[in-house]
């Protein structure tokens, strides 16, 4: 038996959203049996332009009964059913999330028509549920009210038990197909494309942008996972509606798709990811040449259009090292911008700074000095190759590290992995770095030291 249900809402997720009209028609998978249909109290306000679009004000619904007052008559009516709706995941979830609020524990089979749709009678314009009642010659008797759509759910329903030749239906209904919790507009072959390996994966909308990204050490069982449940926030519902592609990169490590995920989020932007997107508070030291002919080291916030030949992230960091290398090389603290006042500089009487900074010393032997300071601070950051496993046996991965900074990372013959840095770098795409790209890096080859190569020049 199954149960076509239609909900009218007053918005789009149902823990925030009561139920305002509700129509449950019984089929036995020949023709309609019963039906049940009743105005619903959602004891919260029905915003003005779902009134306009369903007909339901709030004085229609100010006498009807509570939800809590139908729960049980409801729940009797659909726990023994196979449950069907257009876009099922949305009236499961109010009416799981009520039902429960209510002591009833709804746990049925679903069937979605528009996925069924889809499948069984494909090539159609659209199918949203008025446009495709359209193209199919079904009347809604009273479109957006809950038994009208349900009806018309009712009819299309037993078109598609007649159409369905290669027995979608029951494959849909398969404990083992997991078909039904997929999102409505999410063709199952973009699943079944899915490798069972690490990588990255992308969400995309009606328009294929992409507006998720994320990283897996299994990319099938973690995409499955985004669709493991149906919880009624507004985020993971709109998220649901939203997904109508997936693509996919594989990766030959986990560690190569932390750092992919890192980058394309910072590339893309995507709108349902929030961490990774947050503005990073990260400093560096910089160089440059004042209007007298001395160069200076400055500590300032990093931003998009500089580049930095160090970076902190913290600003202490960046003051403390600056202190050092003035201490080690004689530079003028108040060339550096350590000493910001107009008194004189307080590291002449210490024999530190030789008077740059009042033109005394030439800009030529001051530099010279500044430069000597840079080249040993770049001296000192490593230098390394992250070698792993490739994406197939004949290739080995390979992330490069220069002078500290993440440079790019890509794949190689096995044979080829001990060539100089110069050839390897063609086998290597660039990708930009962060501190959390970075980190990651440092990391994995702490905790793997056997994996770290020096470079060879």
């Known amino acids: 038996m199954y149960a076509i249900v239609d ?3 007053t918005g789009s997720h149902a823990s925030a959203n009561g139920i305002t009209e509700i129509a449950i028609v019984i089929h036995n998978g020949r023709e309609i049996v019963d039906k049940f249909q009743t105005l619903i109290n959602p004891k919260i306000s029905i915003p003005i332009y779902i009134q306009s679009l369903t007909g339901i004000s709030n004085e229609m619904v100010s006498t009807a009964p509570t939800f809590d007052q139908y729960a049980k008559e409801i ?3 659909l726990h ?3 449950f069907v709706a257009h876009n099922v995941n949305f009236d499961f979830s109010f009416l799981h999330y009520h039902l429960a609020k209510a002591g009833y524990n709804l746990h049925t089979k679903k069937l979605c028509t528009v996925r069924l749709s889809r499948k069984i009678l494909p090539g159609l314009p659209s199918y949203s549920l008025g446009k495709l009642c359209s193209s199919l010659g079904i009347n809604i008797l009273a479109r957006h009210r809950a038994m009208g759509d ?3 759910t009712a009819v299309l329903f037993s078109m598609l ?8 239906i029951n494959n849909t209904l398969n404990p083992r197909s997991k078909e ?11 699943m079944d494309k899915l490798p069972s390996v690490a990588g990255i994966y992308y969400f995309h909308n009606n328009k294929s942008k992409v507006i998720y990204v994320g990283k897996a050490k299994n990319i099938k069982k973690r995409v499955s996972s985004h669709f493991a449940n149906n919880k009624p926030g507004k985020q993971k519902q709109e998220f649901l509606r939203d997904v109508h592609h997936i693509s996919f990169q594989e990766c030959g490590t986990e560690l190569m798709a932390f750092i992919l995920e890192a980058v394309e989020i910072k590339r893309l932007w995507p709108a349902y990811n929030r961490s990774l997107k947050r503005f990073e508070h990260t400093y ?3 160089l440059f040449e004042d209007q007298n002919g001395y160069l200076r080291m400055a500590v300032d916030k990093r931003n998009k259009f500089s580049k930095p030949f160090y970076t902190f992230n913290r600003v202490l960091e960046g003051h403390s090292m600056i202190k050092n290398l003035i201490g080690e090389f004689n530079l003028c ?3 550096c911008f350590v000493q910001k006042n107009a008194e004189p500089c307080i590291s002449i009487n210490e024999q530190i700074c030789k008077q740059a900074c009042q033109q005394i010393e030439s800009p030529e032997c001051y530099n010279q000095r500044v430069l000597d300071a840079i080249n040993n601070l770049k001296a000192s950051l490593p230098g390394f190759l992250l070698v792993d496993d490739g994406r197939n046996l004949a290739e080995k991965s390979c992330i490069l590290v220069e002078n500290g900074h993440f440079y790019g990372m890509g794949y190689v013959s096995a044979n080829e992995i001990d060539q100089d840095i110069s050839n390897l770098k063609k086998n290597l795409t660039p990708y930009p770095s962060n501190d959390y790209i970075r980190n990651l890096i440092f990391n994995h080859s702490i905790q793997f030291p056997f994996k770290t190569r020096a470079i060879l020049d």
């Open 333 to 335: 603290p108040k060339l």
């Open 75 to 77: 729940y009797e009516l």
């Open 80 to 82: 023994d059913k196979i």
């Open 284 to 286: 560096g030291l910089y």
């Open 150 to 152: 349900a009806e018309a």
């Open 161 to 168: 038990l007649e159409n369905d030749q290669e027995g979608h």
């Open 180 to 190: 039904q919790s997929l999102p409505p507009h999410l063709p199952k072959e973009d």
């Open 7 to 9: 909900i009218e809402t």
